[in-house]
């Protein structure tokens, strides 16, 4: 059964600096891998996708990750944090056969930027 | 990509009752998914709703608590039955939507939900 993990359900940052995010996931077929954001009181965003396509895979807002089957891993980047960039972010996995089916999501890491 | 119409936005309800929250895409979809999300915490599926066959529930998650019902490919309904404060969480719904830069999934706004 495929499962993600989030390491780390804190991270904060100073403005600038970079931004890392770890995920790791455990999946029995090739995985669909998945960063969201939630600002507050809002809804889901999609930050970027990994559909097998190129490991290294660039999202909105300077995000990108980049897959790692060695380690199982799809840690977010994004080199210079900005305020605006404070939030809730969710690694997920698709357990369909392509990109759809259900998603397991992860526990979230809260991303704070301090000025 | 699809639009979902997630209703009600929000509702503070006494315990006993019972909410109904509707979800209305503006494409047809085959798979439906209803995601609690407790505060502070991630996303939990609750279910799968495929149209013509029966919701299937994630584990500690029963038909009893949270019936579903999914009459065409466009609406969805989740209803949270005999509530308790333990159900105030966010409820959202999402779809399927392989057309569009959603990366193959869409969510719907959420209904925040408090029990009294």
């Known amino acids: 059964a495929q499962s993600v993990t989030q390491l780390g359900s804190h991270v904060s940052v100073s403005e600038g600096a970079l931004v890392l995010l770890r995920c790791n996931y455990s999946?029995?077929?090739?995985?669909?891998l998945f960063w969201y954001v939630q600002y507050p009181n809002q809804g889901l965003q999609l930050l970027l996708k990994?559909?097998?396509?190129?490991?290294l895979v660039k999202g909105i807002n300077g995000f990108e990750a980049e897959f790692k089957k060695s380690e199982t891993s799809f840690h977010l980047t994004k080199p210079s944090a900005h305020m605006s960039d404070a939030a809730e972010y969710f690694c997920?996995?698709?357990?369909?056969?392509?990109?759809?089916?259900?998603?397991?999501f992860g526990q979230g890491t809260t991303l704070q930027v301090k000025p | 990509s699809a639009v979902i119409s997630q209703k009600p936005s929000r509702d503070i309800c006494q315990r006993g009752t019972s909410l109904t929250i509707q979800c209305q895409v503006d494409?047809?979809?085959?798979?439906m998914f209803w995601y609690r999300q407790q505060p502070g915490q991630s996303l939990t599926l609750i279910a799968t709703?495929?149209?013509?066959?029966?919701?299937?529930?994630e584990s500690g998650f029963v038909i009893d608590k949270f019936p579903i019902s999914r009459p065409n490919l466009t609406f969805s309904t989740l209803t949270v039955s005999n509530m308790s404060p333990e159900d105030s969480s966010i409820y959202l719904c999402?779809?399927?939507?392989?057309?569009?830069?959603?990366?193959?999934?869409?969510f719907g706004s959420g209904t925040r939900l408090t029990v009294v």
């Open positions: 494409s047809q979809v085959t798979m």
């Open positions: 999402s779809v399927e939507d392989l057309g569009g830069d959603t990366g193959g999934y869409t």
């Open positions: 999946s029995s077929v090739p995985p669909y």
């Open positions: 997920a996995v698709s357990t369909g056969s392509s990109n759809t089916g259900k998603l397991i």
């Open positions: 990994y559909t097998s396509a190129a490991t």
């Open positions: 709703a495929n149209q013509g066959s029966e919701a299937t529930y």
